[in-house]
């Protein structure tokens, strides 16, 4: 997978009306990838998506699918398909019709349609609804069917723009698991924009998260995640908790006290460390840690079913700390009460610098 | 609905509700065409009153060439308005549509209705006579005088003229509810553009053409105004001849049957073309 360059994006802008979407764009997606760009609505992701299908032009940069410039290369000889938020299915036309299009504008024989539309309608688990219209369809069946309709062309790159956000939260679920069995069966490169992190997070290869027309950061999920570059990445995947930090010869001084971490701080910057990387002990049973113990006071107890979210006060400073719930507890018996002092422990390791 | 309701109670609740309605179609749709159906089966009496028995020979007399004849010439007239229109009314629409100043552009488009309808047609006599502008300016060119007026392409120029707007008018409410995504993905999908349209773009405008046409095409078969005064008597369509019987002829018995015929011809084609579209036709007609 490493090393092999499918689609390549340098310097792209784009605006509409005066209005930057696009700011100076670099990416490289390599082939097989399940790609994904994420962020909030307007950052610019589905432009980008959309200069890829080649719908609209770049102002400026240049963009490279399978190592040849797009430039001028009109949506319909371009090796990407698309498949559409809203599906974008052909309404007079059947299933079975619709996924044959693009055999058909390629001018295959007939008997070649047909069984590359078998293939394709057996891909997604469609065999058998054929001759129904798109509005005799369920919204999760139109789904399957945008999709065989662009894998049938076998396209290099297929693009994906938020192809489940229109689908009820459980459909919505089970799909995400067969798009990535689709994807890691065929091995074609996916590129997937989304706005929800968690989506991005569970199906990708790679994340790109987007705001306001720049890549922000690009790499694993786990990495994403766990190393975020800026608050903004910190903040829009998942929660944290930031605090300010200067240096000092332990690690950083912040407004919890100093704390140690990985490594010394330089100059003054932001950390960030997840509510769940937080871990909380009673008063005076024995310290955990000699470092990065802060005492603050619960001040919300927030029960989710697998976790509780403690909103703590420690000075001016407010936490959020998630604790696990391993042991079947009795009802209303959680593990701190309302008002009750803790210890937080913020691990080094988890305390993370942010770049800003 | 109240569940208590007396049978008395529900009644009033339809008269009051449906009532109205039904009535005005009873007194202005239904109780005239029956009364011209009737009248198609009559015959014309001594002052050309409508006199019994009931009888066919309104209807064979349909069959004579002169008559057979007037109905191919309105056929073709219908036909060929609707085609032009079509031509020069579709592109117009999805003009109009786009255009940053719709709002304008349709009214320009109905501001000729602001005029009365028999001076707008005589306007074109005035334009298309040997002395009017249409000759000047082809003089200029070193063309004509042709004889424009009166003329079978008069007729048609005006017919047109006449009934674009109605053909416009439902192919630009098409156009504006059209999903131009589908276009995208039919380029997605590797059709050029002439195709893309074709499959993506003109289908959804199919209830647009059918309502446009079929609002062309039944004035146009049945308008007398236009070939009276463009054609001076050498185009004559079934319109006419209706006009006719029920003026100078007074054979109203014979112009009831030509209004009955060219009614049921209309009804037929539509019903035909319904049956052609399947599910969908019959939904577009509505």
Redesign the interface.
Known sequence: MAGDVLVRLSGVRKAFGGVLALDGVDLEVHRGEFFSLLGPSGCGKTTLLRLLAGFDTPDAGRIEIAGRDMAGVPPYERPVNTVFQNYALFPHMTVEANVAFGLRMKGLPQEAIREKVAWALELVDLLGLEKRYPRELSGGQKQRVALARALVLEPQVLLLDEPLSALDARLRQDLRVELMQLQRRLGTTFIFVTHDQEEALVMSDRIAVMRSGRIEQVGLPDEVYERPKTRFVAAFLGRSNFLPARPHPLGAETPLGPLRLRAPLAREALLAIRPEKIRLYPLGNGLPARENLVRAVVEEIVYTGAENQYYLRSGEVRLLAYTLNQDLQEPGAEEFGYGEEVLCYLPPENLVVLHE | MNEAATPLQRLFRVLVTVGPGALWLFLFVLLPTLLVLLASFMSRGPYGELQGPLTLKNYLRLLEPPYLEAFAQSLWVGSLATLLSALLGYPLAFYIARHPRRDLLLFLLLLPFLTNFLIRVYAWLVLLQKEGLVNAFLQAFGLGPLSLYPSFLAVLLATVYTFLPFFVLPVYASVERI?W??L?????????PF??FL??VL??TYPGLFAGGVLVFIPAMGTFVVADLLGAGRVVLIGNLIQQQFGVSRDWAFGAALSVFLMGFVLLSLYLYARLQGE?GLEDLV
């Open positions: 999903d995504q589908l995208e993905a039919a380029y997605d999908l590797g059709a050029r195709r893309a499959h993506a289908p959804q969908r």
